[in-house]
C-alpha cells in the first residue's frame, strides 16, 4: 500500500525566519493518525532563513539525520564537534544518552533541508556526530545508503538503527528499484521533480508513507532527486 502525502495538505509552522513542513505531528503540529511509520518519527521539510538558527538545545534516544538540499548548515555540540554540511550532503548526529546542539545557516541565502528522526534499537550510549559529502553523480540512477545500521553498508554514516536512509537521482523517463520488503515501513519524498511509485504519482515534496510492499518501482516523471527512508 502506497499512500500519498501531498505537500500542501501537511502540517507545518511559519516562525518568520524557520519555515517548516511537518510530514508527521511535531511541535505544535499533532495528527492522531500520523505519529510516525514504524521507527520513523520525524520528517521535516525547513527553510531557515541567512544568518539564523537553531539556538543550543538538548535531545537524547534519537537518530537525527540532516539531508541538506540548498545552502547549507553549521553544526555546534556540547561534545565540541563543529562542521558545515552543503547541499546534497548529509550529517548524522546519535543523541544516545544526551547531547546538546545548535544549528545555524550562516549562508548569505536561504538553506532548505530534510531532518528525519529515527528511533534507535537501543537507549543510551554514548552520543556522536558525523558528516559526509554525497556526490549526486555517484546515486545517478540507483538508490545509495546515506546513513545506515547495517555493517555491509560500509560507505554510509552510521546510525543505531535497523533502518537506512537512501539517496538517488534520475533523469525524466529513467527507472529504479529498491527492495524494501512486505515487513518494512518505506518513506519516500521526492525533493526535487515527481515521479510514481509503483504506479502511485508523487509529486516533488509530497510524502509516500509505503507498507506491504516487497519491491518498489520507480520511474521518474522528471528530472529528479529522491530521498527514501527504509525502517523496522
Known amino acids: 500500500m502506497i499512500e500519498r502525502r501531498p505537500f500542501a495538505a501537511l502540517g507545518g509552522a511559519d516562525h518568520g525566519w524557520l519555515k517548516a513542513k511537518h510530514h508527521f505531528s511535531f511541535a505544535r503540529y499533532y495528527d492522531p493518525e500520523r505519529i510516525g511509520h514504524g521507527s520513523l518519527r520525524v520528517w521535516n521539510d525547513d ?26 548548515i553549521t553544526h555546534e555540540d556540547s561534545l565540541g564537534h563543529s562542521g558545515r554540511t552543503e547541499a546534497g550532503d548529509v550529517q548524522v548526529m546519535s543523541a544516545g544518552s544526551g547531547i546538546r546542539h545548535a544549528e545555524f545557516n550562516r549562508e548569505p541565502v536561504a538553506t532548505t ?57 534520475l533523469k525524466a523517463g529513467d527507472t529504479a528499484e529498491y527492495e524494501l520488503g512486505a515487513e518494512r515501513h518505506g518513506y519516500l519524498v521526492p525533493a526535487l521533480g515527481s515521479v510514481e511509485v509503483n504506479g502511485v504519482r508523487i509529486g516533488a515534496r509530497d510524502g509516500a508513507a509505503i507498507t506491504d510492499e516487497n519491491v518498489l518501482k520507480i520511474k521518474a516523471l522528471e528530472d529528479t532527486e529522491i530521498v527514501l527512508v527504509d525502517a523496522a
Open 113 to 169: 533541508l530534510f531532518q528525519i528522526w529515527i528511533e534507535p534499537s537501543k537507549s543510551g550510549g554514548e552520543p556522536s556526530w558525523g558528516a559526509k559529502p554525497f556526490p549526486k553523480s555517484d546515486r545517478s540512477g540507483r538508490f545509495v545508503p546515506l546513513a545506515s545500521g547495517f555493517a555491509d553498508d560500509d560507505e554510509a554514516l552510521p546510525i543505531r538503527a535497523e533502518a537506512r536512509v537512501l539517496g538517488a537521482t
Open 47 to 72: 527553510e531557515i532563513a541567512p544568518n539564523t538558527g537553531f539556538p543550543p538545545h538538548p535531545h537524547a534516544d534519537m537518530e537525527i539525520i540532516t539531508y541538506v538540499r540548498q545552502g547549507a
